[in-house]
C-alpha cells in the first residue's frame, strides 16, 4: 500500500484544519517542497495551471482562497487509498462574501514516507463551479 493511508490520514486531518481556520495545522500538513493544485489546470486561482509549489505559495494559497471563506461543509463521502495516494469524494460549501459554493469534487492527495502531503489536487470545474 505504500503510503496510502499515510495520504488518507493527512486527508482527514485537511479536512478537519479547514472547517477549524486552523492555518498552521493546515499548513503542517505539507512537505516543504509540496504542490497544491486547487482545481487542477489553469484557473484564476492558478493561471499557470502548475500549482501552487512549495510552503511560501501553499500559504499564499490559504490565505487568496481557504482563510476568507467560511467552510461550513466540508464532508468526505468516498475515501479510497491506493500507493502512496488517497482520493477522497468531497462535497463542501463556502461562504465567501454574497457567494455561496456548493460542490462535490475529487481530491488526491499523495504523501511521503514521513507522513507529509506532497501533492493535493482537487477535480472540479472552475467555470462551472463559479459560473
Keep these: 500500500m505504500g503510503n496510502a493511508y499515510k495520504a488518507q490520514e493527512a486527508s482527514f486531518q485537511s479536512g478537519k484544519y479547514v472547517i477549524a481556520g486552523d492555518r498552521e495545522g493546515w499548513l503542517s500538513l505539507f512537505a516543504d517542497d509540496a504542490v497544491v493544485q486547487d482545481p487542477v489546470g ?3 486561482l492558478d493561471p499557470t495551471g502548475k500549482g501552487h509549489r ?13 482563510g476568507p471563506g467560511d ?10 487509498p491506493a500507493g502512496d495516494e488517497c482520493a477522497n469524494v468531497v462535497e463542501i ?6 457567494t455561496v459554493v456548493e460542490m462535490q469534487m475529487v481530491v488526491v492527495y ?11 489536487k482537487a477535480y472540479w470545474d472552475f467555470n462551472k463551479t463559479m459560473g
Design 42 to 44: 489553469e484557473s484564476p
Design 93 to 98: 460549501r463556502n461562504v465567501l462574501g454574497d
Design 110 to 120: 499523495t504523501a511521503n514516507d514521513e507522513g507529509k502531503l506532497t501533492s493535493l
Design 71 to 80: 467552510m461550513q461543509k466540508f464532508e468526505i463521502t468516498g475515501s479510497h
Design 54 to 66: 512549495g510552503k511560501d505559495a501553499i500559504a499564499a494559497f490559504y490565505d487568496m482562497v481557504i
